[in-house]
């Protein structure tokens, strides 16, 4: 059987950012889910398009359209990291596979064609490797190029017995030219096209090469080249990434946190042993545990430095221990254990300087050790987060851990204190009085104003000092949405006698000191 060497087997699995969020968090694909990402729908299942929900739209307006729907937000390395076992498997059946998104594989089809006899048995052979893995609802398509191959793959049904769509040879441009110009040019050149009347592939295929290179560009002759069947690229098979993950399965299961952490130290050196053998550390890792009762536990940790087999063995006991002690048991014995890196850098960004790390590298050897010996939300480092109140704004973070994604310091935070902030946050609120020339506290109304100029500031107990200066009030509104949890205070600034600026917040209980600029 002689194959044309352009032919492509694309194997797409749709929806694949909604089945790895559920897969992560054990939820139904079937259900009503959307993944968000910058308060927009980033992707959604089946029965929340059915609801009415597409890319693109507000959250709000999503979960007015579908009032079951369950959010999760967006992760693109949960995409790459759950897609891995499907390629690595693909690649057992057919070798020779290209990566073209998560969820999306491309191979040639002359070996596979050869091997099993024939296009379509090829395509169910795939069909029946990813279904093994629990992938439901994958489709394949044959055509002259991976573009092309991707589309039939899309228009093949999948309430069939077997998705597949095959385009005979030679017939994947007369295929193609039905779908919108859109799939082959930018957003700004497709609105170009459409305002000149060209709105489809075969329609943009007619046009002549040579103009449209003139008017497009490199870009736009490659996209011509795809709209008429006369695609260049052509299957890049990857290199598979070497192996670095360890797993250990317990037999029996081990039901106490001292015993596991004593008898997966030899992987632990192995997992490390492999990236010192390619001149590279890890300075983040995954610990996945699965107990003898069905539970599965996952978790990512990262490294200030980079990891060690001690510090391997410390993280699996700081995520089976929890709260409680080295020497406790467990509610369920643990059958397996995995640790998959997820942050590898080269060695030589990570040597020492001539002398050597000095007091950085005593500190960081201090830490980890006292980190060891407490647990790791012992010792915790001080981070800047996102929010409107500063008290919102102090996170404290597990040293070797990053801060969580808050919206960070230069985020867009209507209502925020612009820099510079106050040098000393007061843990808890101090009660203060700030009164008026008549000894009458100082009131804000609805609109914003002040009863009168303040003349006296003093904290709960203490002395009223005399007001050289002030400024405000500005609102905060938070939640005007929420009757429940809505909040609305005013900020104000003073300037004591003795020279020293406080910032104040006034709300229906009275006036408090949140900070004060050292």
């Known amino acids: 059987m002689i194959v044309d060497p352009t032919r492509t087997i694309v194997l797409w699995c749709p929806d694949w950012p909604v089945f790895a969020a559920c897969r992560e968090a054990g939820l139904d694909p079937a259900a009503p889910i959307a993944l968000t990402d910058g308060g927009q729908i980033f992707a959604c299942s089946a029965a929340a398009r059915r609801d009415g929900v597409v890319r693109g739209l507000k959250l709000r ?43 999306t594989l491309a191979m040639r089809a002359r070996g596979p064609a050869r091997y099993y006899g024939g296009e379509d048995a090829a395509a169910r052979a795939l069909l029946d490797t990813v279904a093994a893995l629990g992938v ?33 040879p030679g017939a994947s441009a007369a295929f193609i030219a039905p779908l919108p110009v859109g799939l082959v040019v930018d957003a700004r050149t497709g609105v170009l096209l459409n305002r000149l009347g060209v709105r489809s592939l075969g329609e943009f ?55 596991l952490a004593f008898a997966f130290r030899v992987r632990a050196d192995e997992f490390i042993g492999r990236m010192r053998a390619k001149r590279l550390v890890c300075t983040g890792i995954r610990v996945e545990i699965d107990d003898e009762a069905g539970g599965h536990s996952s978790r990512s940790w990262l490294h200030p430095r980079w990891f060690t ?11 089976l221990q929890g709260a409680g002690t080295a020497d406790s048991a467990l509610t369920s014995p643990i059958v397996r254990l995995r640790i998959v890196p997820e942050r590898i850098d080269s060695t030589g960004n990570h040597e020492e300087g001539l002398w050597g790390g000095g007091p950085d590298e005593r500190v960081h050897h201090g830490l980890t050790r006292v980190q060891s010996m407490l647990g790791h939300d012992a010792v915790v480092t001080a981070e800047i987060g996102g929010g409107r109140m500063l008290a919102d704004r102090q996170v404290l973070v597990p040293w070797g851990d990053r801060a969580p994604e808050r919206g960070g310091e230069g985020a867009p935070w209507p209502g925020s204190l612009p820099a510079l902030a106050p040098a000393s946050v007061f843990r808890e609120r101090l009660p ?47 939640r005007w949405w929420d009757a429940e949890h809505a909040r609305r205070v005013h900020r104000f600034q003073i300037v004591d006698d003795d020279g020293c600026a406080w910032l104040l917040v006034r709300d229906d209980e009275g006036w408090w000191a949140e900070a004060r600029y050292d």
């Open 61 to 103: 307006e999503a979960q007015y359209r579908s009032p079951g729907l369950t959010l999760l937000d967006y992760d693109a390395s949960l995409d790459v990291r759950v897609f891995e076992p499907v390629v690595r498997r693909v690649e057992e059946t057919v070798p020779g596979v290209q990566l073209i998104r998560p969820g």
């Open 136 to 168: 439901v609802g994958a489709r394949v398509g044959v055509a002259d190029g991976p573009f092309a191959a991707e589309q039939a793959a899309r228009a093949a049904s999948p309430t069939g017995e077997a998705p597949v769509g095959i385009v005979p």
């Open 205 to 259: 295929a007619a046009l002549p090469e040579a103009d449209v290179r003139r008017r497009f560009g490199a870009a736009g002759a490659f996209a011509h080249d795809r709209a008429s069947g006369r695609e260049q690229a052509r299957v890049l098979a990857r290199t598979p990434p070497p192996e670095f993950e360890v797993a250990q399965e317990f037999e029996p299961p081990l039901d106490r946190i001292d015993q």
């Open 309 to 319: 087999p001690a510090d391997v063995v410390d993280r699996v006991r700081w995520q």
């Open 432 to 478: 203060i009085g700030l009164l008026d020339a008549g000894g009458s506290v100082v009131t804000i109304d609805a609109r914003g104003v002040i009863s009168a100029n303040p003349e006296r500031f003093a904290l709960a107990g203490g002395v009223a000092a005399p007001v050289r200066a002030w400024a405000g009030p500005w609102p905060v509104v938070e």
